[in-house]
């Protein structure tokens, strides 16, 4: 296939984002963030250009321009084609999101030819470790300091992390040749990045992924039991098997119901589960399942230290009273900042609440104090766009392509949507 460059040419002046899956077919958070920021700048005529790994192996990159797919090439052309813009439209900055599966030339290539304002988005701690959760082999939180022989003795991503550093090092230097910035969703992930850089402690702002509007009342429920629940996605990393340990332990105590909210993939366990949709238009759905269900408590028990968490502020919207883990990271930080639930140091202590405490009232503590006034609602976060130099324009110094020649994985890639389409059709 040949990619003609005028016929690709967005309408305005545009950013360049980075990323590392799929933002148009992935559900990860990254890619809701990516998404968002796509609708936010769109909304201000500036287009959209993204860039992902075509697959985990890197090398060929897809390429989309205002939420259409174009194809899939190297960075090379993709390079050689915003060149050819250049006489039309302007980028005006690159907006990197994630860096795992790029290879590693690539990145530096690309970002080497274009000289722009960047902002590295702190999603996880993936520019720290590559465990980007910061588990020692994918299991205990090792802490936030960059990894080091006496820390990291024994983990498997330990392999390697110098000529990775190297790397970064590089990176952030091309990066930073005319402005450099990185983009924190919580006050925990910026002490933990200052932590490892402390040479970007400038640099680096809090912007939180919700904005709250108004405000209203938690409802008192008048239901015996205590309705427990665990919300979101069944993964080990976010404390479902802690949550199973803790429904098997009182499955038969009649002071408690267990619930998961969301969609289901275990059902063995006789958790009640209620399916919870997150498809366009029912951002809030987790919210009214919540209130809906009369959730007395909700169980944020992650392994990881979390960066932000929708979840959680969910769950505070809606009114449940929540449980966490000392190490959950913005979680731990959000329940101590709103005071709207109660912290445990480990796994046994989580146990000890249920077995030992007047959980009936300290819900109802909490629902009658000055704190249970919650938002009304919440809204992405649109400061990235707002705070956006219209006339800040960047350059790109690459040879000059007035065709592209798309790869052999973007016409396969190409032939799996065709076919997609034409089954959704005849149905």
């Known amino acids: 296939m040949l990619f003609a460059s005028k016929k690709s040419i967005p309408p305005n002046n545009y950013i360049l984002s980075i990323g590392h899956l799929d933002y148009r077919t992935d559900v990860g958070g990254v890619e809701k963030v990516i998404g968002e920021h796509s609708e936010m700048f769109l909304k201000r005529n500036v287009s959209y250009v993204y860039i992902c790994p075509f697959n985990h192996d890197g090398g060929q ?36 999101h994630h860096i795992m599966f790029w290879k590693r030339k690539n990145l530096l290539f690309l970002c080497a030819s274009i000289k722009t304002q960047y902002t590295f988005f702190l999603h996880d701690y993936y520019m720290i470790c590559e465990s980007c959760n910061l588990l020692k082999n994918d299991l205990l939180f090792c802490g936030a300091d960059l990894p080091n022989k006496k820390k990291c003795d024994g983990c498997k991503y330990f392999d390697g992390y110098f000529q990775r550093k190297e790397w970064l090092s590089k990176l952030f230097k091309i990066c930073s040749e005319k402005e450099l910035r990185f983009v924190s969703p919580s006050d925990y992930v910026k002490r933990i990045w200052k932590q490892a850089y402390p040479m970007y402690d400038t640099n680096t702002v809090v912007m ?45 105590d009649t002071r408690f119901e267990f619930y998961h909210l969301g969609l289901p993939k275990k059902d063995e366990y006789g958790i009640i589960n209620i399916p919870v949709s997150f498809q366009q238009g029912m951002k809030n759905a987790m919210v009214a399942a919540i209130e809906e269900n009369e959730i007395d408590i909700a169980i944020i028990y992650t ?88 006339l800040e324009y960047g350059s790109i110094n690459t040879k000059k392509k007035k065709v592209v020649t798309q790869s052999s994985m973007g016409l396969i890639f190409d032939t799996k949507k065709m076919i997609k389409k034409i089954l959704r059709i005849s149905k």
Not at 69 to 91: A, Q
Not at 209 to 215: M, P, Q, V, Y
Not at 233 to 243: A, M
């Open 61 to 96: 990159y897809k390429l989309y321009v205002d939420n259409v797919y174009k194809g899939t090439f190297s960075v090379e052309s993709i390079c050689g084609l915003l060149k050819s813009w250049n006489d039309y439209i302007h980028i005006l900055a690159c907006h990197i």
């Open 208 to 252: 939180e992924h919700l904005t709250f509007l108004g405000s209203k009342k938690i409802r008192d429920y008048n239901h015996t039991t205590i309705k427990v629940a665990f919300l979101g996605s069944q993964y080990e990393i976010k404390g479902w098997k802690e949550y199973v340990e803790l429904y098997k332990e009182f499955s038969d």
């Open 303 to 390: 392994k990881c230290p979390e960066t932000y968490n929708f979840t959680c502020y969910e769950a505070y919207m809606g009114g449940a009273f929540i449980i966490t883990g000392l190490e959950s990271g913005n979680v731990t930080d959000m329940v101590k900042k709103y005071h709207c639930g109660y912290v445990v140091e480990n796994k046994q202590c989580l146990i000890d609440v249920f077995g030992n405490c007047d959980l009936k009232t300290m819900i109802s503590s909490y629902k009658n104090s000055s704190y249970s006034v919650v938002p009304q609602s919440s809204f992405s976060n649109t400061a990235i766009a707002n705070n956006l130099s219209l």
